[in-house]
Structures are given as C-alpha cells and as structure tokens.
C-alpha cells in the first residue's frame, strides 16, 4: 500500500495530533515519517529502537519499512556516517528501506504504551495521572489487592523482566499503584498522589530519594521492558492490515 495510507492506519490508533499536543506542552518529539525511501510499503519490522541489529532483520525479512517506537531522528542532526548514531538510517536509506516513528503519540494513545504497561501489571479502570488532551495523557494509577512481592512476580512474568530494582519492604500489602512508561522520572517526582508503589525506569538518585521520604515504594524495571510489551500490541494492530515482523532486542530487558 501507499506509506501514506500506512501512516493513517497507524494513526487510528496513535494519531500524530497527540505528539503535536505534548510539544505544544513543552516536550520533544519527532514522530511522523523520519526516512521515505520510497512512495509503496510491502512489508514492515516493528522495532522499540532504529538499531543495526533492526536494520539487518529488516533487510533478512524483505522488509522495506520499518517502525520505531523511539524515534530515528530525536535531535536535529548535521550529516550522515557509517562512524555514529546515524548509521542505521543511513543504512535504510541505502537498502530502501522508509522509517516511520511513533513516539509520544503512542505513548498516552488509548490502549497504548503507557495503557498496557498498567494493565500488564494488573490495572483495571485507569485513571491518568497527567491530562494532556482530552482525557488523554501520560501516567497511570490503578488499585491493586496484592503483597509488593508478588506483584514483582506478576511484573517479570508478563513483562518478561530480566533487571530490576526495589525500594520498599517486599512482605507489605499494597492497594494503589501508579505507573509510568519509559523515562517517567520527571513525572514520578512531580506525583503527589497516594500511591504504595510507583513503577517506572530510568531513575536518578535524587528523585529515588524524594519518592522514598514520602514513605512510598519502588519499582524500577528496564525503559525496554516498560514499552515493548505495549509496542507488541501495536505491531498485532497494524499486521492485520499488512505482512509485518517484529525485532525483540532481548539483551535490554
């Protein structure tokens, strides 16, 4: 089909206005179509990261597009090299290979990432901790009957979690949890709520020792680990519509 057609599909179910709406707000984004390598897509890798592992599966399976969920081009960049970052797309573009990118927007889409990474953990009846468009946004906090450990258990098991951290007395009942998807450290640290638990990745000291002197706990797992579960279940979305493949870089979990 045309990219252009693509891209819409995958925009009924993380529109590209929800990105705009976060850098309205102040955030950065890119996402959108990064590479166009060509006008047709046939058949695509789904991959969190644009990785030479990624580009070499892609060009494995025949895959002239690929999806990231991060961003190919983040930052505004001055050339090309095989040397550096941009090794991959320029990769891509020498293989034909189009890069389309879904980032913010798939993030606080409905039954996106930050939506699975709470249910996957045992949410039900959501609420979003920060509103950014229309009862859409980033951060969700949930009720939970469980012990802190075993609901570390249910976490590796169905997030496939292989590194992790914990702050908090593992035999205590907790009843709320708030969670974060990807870099939520900001977030976690702007949180008032009342939460037992918060769950995110990517944590600074500072804020791990803001959080635990309000007398709440924590649970730190890989930024991989947090998203590719929520990403698995936009590759199932878009591969009714289209042949589709999808890398998991196992090593970040």
């Known amino acids: 089909m045309k990219i252009s057609k ?3 599909i995958l925009e009924e179910k993380a529109p590209l206005y929800l990105s705009k709406a976060c850098i309205d707000r102040g955030d950065h ?3 959108g179509i990064i590479l166009k390598a060509s006008d047709e897509v046939n058949k695509v890798l789904f991959t969190l990261d644009l990785s030479m592992d990624a580009v070499e599966e892609a060009i494995k399976n025949k895959c002239d597009c690929i999806v990231t969920h991060h961003p190919a081009i983040y930052y505004p960049i001055s050339s090309l090299s095989i040397d550096n970052q941009t090794c991959a797309l320029l990769s891509c573009a020498k293989n034909g290979i189009s890069v389309i990118s879904m980032h913010l927007n798939l993030d606080m889409a409905k039954d996106g990432i930050d939506d699975s990474l709470a249910t996957a953990l045992g949410g039900k009846n959501l609420t979003v901790v920060e509103d950014i ?3 859409l946004g980033y951060g969700k906090e949930f009720t939970v009957d ?3 450990s075993s609901f570390i258990e249910n976490a590796k098991s169905v997030l496939r979690v292989k590194n992790y951290f914990t702050y908090g007395n ?3 009942k907790i009843k709320k949890v708030v969670s974060f998807c990807g870099g939520g450290s900001s977030s976690a640290l702007k949180y008032l709520g009342d939460a037992d638990v918060i769950v995110t990745t990517d944590m600074p000291h500072h804020v791990i020792k803001e959080v635990l002197e309000r007398g709440q706990k924590l649970l730190l797992i890989t930024h991989y680990a947090s998203e ?3 990403f698995t279940k936009f590759y199932d979305y878009a591969k009714t ?3 589709a493949v999808i890398f998991d870089d196992e090593k970040f979990l």
């Open 146 to 148: 469980d012990t802190f």
């Open 228 to 230: 590719f579960y929520g």
């Open 29 to 31: 984004d890119n996402s």
């Open 241 to 243: 519509f289209i042949p």
């Open 6 to 8: 693509f891209l819409s």
């Open 133 to 135: 468009y229309n009862g």
């Open 170 to 172: 593992l035999n205590d």
